[in-house]
């Protein structure tokens, strides 16, 4: 059960959707795991939504049912107010090209330029602009990441931090509406990894984009974050502000934060392997 201390939601605007992304009470089971198990959160227009979990719990594919490359067993995935389920492929192709994709490696190619590597984007779905229109745009988003002086160069001969900035470049060339992230500071040492939470938080209010950034690091949650979802056991427990968080009184959720090695999170998953190797069936 979701433990919510605080949520707030503001009105909708006139003629638009509550909320940008609403998950209701997804499932979802891969071969015999139960990955998703009555997922349910919203993402307001203009929100910073920071997801946290331990590893295996369903953060990117919940992620991959938001641009619908993945279709829940039960309950209802929304997308600027549509069901994503019931779209057909040209109509939801419309929506993911409104959902920039900032993947966990960056997935930079590697013998493109950083130019590009950002262009390519608006070569594939812009084929009507001009070379200089083209031109213009990539500069813009490099000059919005401060990596124009690295146009030219090969992701080979950048740094891990320049290389998901490049990617942030690249991902919002076609002025997203949402901008999901999956682990933008993961191999970062902590100061690239603050500058990182710093373009998370200057992308947002350029461009006034809804965010969901799935992250390990609680510091870098507790910076960009309006609001927090754990995602334990595959349901959302606890959601609410950084604050809420920070001063939850879950026992599961205090030694998560808290990055504790002992407490009722270490219980069950040892508990789970017990059972995996005594032959019981898998929750």
């Given amino acids: 059960m979701v433990s919510t201390e605080t949520n707030p939601s503001p009105p909708p605007a006139d003629n638009a959707p509550k909320f940008d992304i609403e998950l209701e009470d997804v499932y979802k089971t891969l071969g015999q795991l139960k990955v998703l198990q009555g997922v349910s959160f919203q993402v307001r227009h ?16 919940t992620l991959r049912h938001i ?3 993945m279709q829940p067993d039960q309950g209802c995935v929304k997308v600027f107010g549509e069901d994503l389920s019931q779209l057909d492929e040209k109509t939801l192709k419309q929506i993911r090209l409104k959902i920039g994709y900032l993947f966990q490696s960056g997935a930079l190619i590697n013998w493109m330029t950083i130019r590009e590597n950002i262009a390519l984007p608006l070569y594939e779905h812009r084929p009507q602009l001009k070379e200089k229109e083209v031109q213009e745009r990539v500069m813009e988003k490099l000059r919005l990441v401060n990596m124009t002086q690295a146009a030219e160069k090969y992701p080979s001969e950048i740094s891990g931090g320049m290389k998901k900035r490049a990617a ?14 999956d682990e933008p500071t993961s191999g970062l040492d902590p100061i690239m990894g603050a500058t990182i939470d ?16 799935v992250t390990h690091d609680i510091g870098s949650a507790y910076r960009i ?12 427990i606890a959601l609410g502000t950084p604050d809420d968080i920070r001063n939850h009184s879950d026992p599961i959720v205090k030694q998560f934060v808290n990055g504790e090695s002992e407490g009722p999170i270490t219980e069950i998953l040892e508990e789970k392997k017990r059972a995996a190797q005594n032959g019981a069936p898998k929750a």
């Fill in 168 to 181: 942030l470049a690249r991902s919002i060339i076609l002025d997203p509406e949402i901008i999901l992230y």
């Fill in 198 to 213: 710093d373009l998370v938080n200057d992308t947002r209010d350029a461009l006034g984009v809804s965010q969901i950034v």
């Fill in 225 to 236: 974050a309006d609001r927090i979802g754990l995602l334990f056991e595959g349901e959302i």
């Fill in 46 to 61: 203009g929100e910073t939504f920071v997801m946290m979990g331990l590893s295996g719990t369903g953060k990117s594919v």
């Fill in 67 to 69: 641009v619908g490359l």
